[in-house]
DNA sequence: CATGAATGAGGCTTCATTCAT
DNA sequence: AATGAATGAAGCCTCATTCAT
């Protein structure tokens, strides 16, 4: 945002390539160009294509970690916890498209170091929304359902919906969406407990 | 399963690499030579590498399509019907991971033939989910929430729990998980519908 | 020479090359040009550009080798055994001169895997001279002056006629050469013992 | 020697590493990081890479033609001058190995600029031997060998002894280096002249 | 003068695809 | 049908050189 040098550009551009087209698919060549740099300047700065997918995921996703933290901590409530998780993941994959559909692809690789950082992120991010639920369900506050199959679930659904759906246009939209998910994952779909 | 002509050795050899390491990352030597055949005979069966991979996620698919299909049409009540769906979709996921897993990582990207496949399939699951949900709504079953969300949260929670749970080691663990995601998805995690 | 097959042209190429313009002045491009196989084929055969260089001098040092100790051993006396060296040796630089200027060239540097072939290969030709001299000092047949010296004064003469010099363009200039070099590492070039 | 400008430091810096690696695999950066300049130092003194060996075999080599013309023009006799060249060579060789590693490493090229230019040092240096030694055949004090053959022989003899010797390790070892080489090249190996 | 960030030409290597056997 | 040697397009990366500070 503020320092707008070079190293800035690259990330950037790389990151709007790489989560179309994938890692594997981008050029160095197409990274300079959509920065505006010489093929060369982008070794200025890292020393390897996969360092640059690395630096993004790194970067971009301690970002989300301490931003979400930051929104809960001052939370007691557990329920009052999981609804604003649910709500600032959300919008912050909303508003991070592009870095987090590469997220979501480069996750389900193995073999490359990147893919272990996203992989390896995700799972900590899955643990943390784990512990909020389980203390919810300690303190009577949430049904007594599988911890960490309800935190896996909760983490897919808000990331398919935010990625996937292309209507939400507006900040009206998208509080219709995340209002339909506190229902659905709170309430659930059914019309009444005895169904 | 039947005919073990080279055919199925190639694709069966694809799945399980490209399903690792990702589509770019495959070499068709890689392929060849665990399928156990010359490097040649898989151009034998495939135009392309792409096709390869095409041929992968149609017919590995169309399978998953007809499959879930076939448990549903039998059943009429939509609440019914969406129990099942999510019961086999998890058993499929779980039961195909290396195939789901190549689909959920090809069909974050948009400009390859075969992310345009990936995503094509998988829209049009979602669309047959949000048609259950819509008659469930409409015939007074479900919750008259946003069909859509719903829709792509009910693929999301279950594709990302079937391919990321590590612990699902037996058929019992399987059927807790899968009683996990109906109870959250049908009467959600709050205890008091007034939470 | 008689298996004309791609590995033997790639390697007459790229020793015609690399022996006038260095190996690091040389591309893998000019020695498929030359050998008229694609760039690839060049792979097919070798895994590196180095590893061309490496089997060159490997193989043809080898072959060096073999031929000279072949020429002696039938030899018993160490005056006789060192002239036929002096002569084969001559002849084989001059007979093999990419090659061995290839060799000239590159023994001088030290970082590359190369180089110290090409160093190892000089050193244990130059100690093989050395016993040989060795043995004629203790049979009373040479004088007694410091063998390692004189067997790296002997490969230094020997070599640097040998590729040097230009006007031997027949037999019989060669053959001058040659009694030339035998008089003077014999007889020395002064005129009177008591010089 | 005495102006310690950064120029020095270059060339200096640029000898070490090109002795070593060879042009080719050096680069400026290497010789910058050594001479502790800035790359573009390198720049402000040479208009080329390749100038900075260039001048650096130009400079060095021009230094052993006056240096070891001065010692011989006093001497009238054509023996001694020979003596005296050979243990000029070998001491000016010994004492500035880099130097003359790098001169013998480029000096068998042929299409750079750099080679000619040792090649031509090297062509007249060995000029300026047999013109001696014709002088020395002519006044009757050396044998009428060929005196091409045998400036080169002795310029080979010396040049790797000097360069290839790893055991001269002080002023004693060397004395005695040199004395087999007067003694070999003046009298040769043989016991008696009638061998 | 001194510097090093920026650049792009060029090299090595990989790999999808072809084709003769 | 099956093969794998052959190929060249294309990508990653290096590095000599320039230039603004």
Not at 8 to 24: D, K, M, N, V, Y
Not at 34 to 52: L, R
Request: net charge negative; hydrophobic share 45%.
């Amino acid at each position: 945002m503020v320092t707008d040098c070079k190293r800035e550009r690259i990330l950037t551009a790389a990151l709007e390539i790489f989560s179309t087209q994938g890692f594997a698919n981008t050029t160095v060549q197409e990274i300079a160009a959509k920065a505006k740099v010489g093929k060369g300047t982008v070794y200025t700065y890292f020393a390897t294509k996969e360092d640059v997918l690395i630096d993004l995921l790194d970067e971009g996703l301690a970002h989300m970690g301490k931003h979400i933290e930051e929104r809960i901590k001052l939370l007691t409530d557990s329920g009052m916890k999981l609804r604003a998780i649910l709500r600032e993941q959300l919008r912050y994959f909303h508003n991070n498209r592009p870095l987090m559909r590469l997220l979501s692809r480069e996750a389900w690789g193995q073999e490359l170091g990147s893919s272990s950082i996203a992989h390896r992120i995700r799972s900590s991010y899955i643990k943390m929304l784990q512990e909020v639920i389980d203390k919810g369900i300690e303190a009577g506050e949430l049904r007594a359902l599988d911890s960490e199959t309800v935190a896996t679930a909760l983490y897919g659904m808000v990331s398919l919906v935010a990625l996937y759906a292309k209507d939400i246009t507006c900040e009206a939209k998208l509080e219709h969406v995340e209002m339909t998910l506190q229902e659905l994952f709170f309430q659930g779909v059914a019309l009444s407990p005895a169904f």
